[in-house]
């Protein structure tokens, strides 16, 4: 079956450091991740998706790169600040064809220190 | 006034009784998804609807009921709720082009059933 998998530990950096979140996934290469931010109490907020053609995808001071050999993505935030603060959610598709069904994981809760 | 609203926000039940959670959305999308997401594990589908005519399963949908009303309302119901579907549960929609459209959440609904 499809999984995503990510950190389950909080990680904790100071603030104006960069932090960097693992999202590995299993069997074939899906053909586009997505990243959703969520604050407690909050449903998740769609951040970036990047396709599996694509190597990396920036918005602002967020990046995102896909290895489809690693089977991996990794979401980076620079020059982090304490507002970025929450739970990060990579997500895959989960069918074949146009279904829009998604395969999310469970999510790592980033902590920027001031 | 927010896209994607769902009540109520928090509910305390009991076993057995029947509950309704409600959805509704001006985003004009025709997709609509519910999902429950439990601590530790990533968000779950429970029943998804591409339009008003079409209702499909979920990976979880044993023990739920829902009901398309219209284009804007999707509503997820509990016929006899028990404690193991205490969770946090969400309401999403997608636009229906593509299968790699970003989802767009409701800010959740806590169930609580004793």
């Known amino acids: 079956s499809q999984k995503i998998e990510q950190n389950s530990e909080a990680l904790n950096i100071q603030e104006g450091k960069t932090a960097t979140l693992t999202c590995n996934y299993t069997?074939?290469?899906?053909?586009?991740l997505q990243w959703y931010r969520q604050d407690p109490g909050r449903g998740p907020v769609f951040l970036l998706l990047?396709?599996?053609?694509?190597k990396e995808k920036r918005k602002e001071r967020l990046k995102v790169t896909f290895d489809t050999t690693l089977k991996q993505s990794l979401f980076h935030i620079t020059a982090s600040q304490p507002a970025d603060s929450a739970t990060y959610l990579c997500v895959r598709g989960g069918g074949s064809g146009n279904t829009g069904k998604l395969i999310f994981g469970q999510g790592t809760t980033l902590q920027v220190k001031p | 006034d927010a896209d994607v609203t769902q009540t109520p926000r928090n509910r305390i039940t009991k076993t057995g009784k029947r509950i309704m959670l409600e959805c509704s959305q001006t985003k004009g999308h025709d997709r609509m998804y519910w999902y429950r997401q439990d601590p530790g594990l990533g968000l779950r589908l429970i029943y998804y609807?591409?339009?008003?005519?079409?209702?499909n399963k979920g990976e979880i949908s044993d023990g739920y009921s829902v009901s398309r009303q219209a284009q804007a309302k999707f509503s997820l119901s509990l016929e006899s709720a028990i404690p193991n579907q205490t969770a946090l549960y969400f309401c999403?929609?997608?636009?229906?082009?593509?299968?790699?459209?970003?989802?767009?959440f409701g800010d959740g609904t806590r169930l609580s059933i004793l």
């Open positions: 999403a929609t997608s636009a229906s082009t593509g299968s790699n459209q970003p989802q767009h």
């Open positions: 990047i396709r599996e053609n694509e």
């Open positions: 609807s591409f339009d008003v005519k079409d209702i």
């Open positions: 069997n074939y290469s899906p053909a586009y």
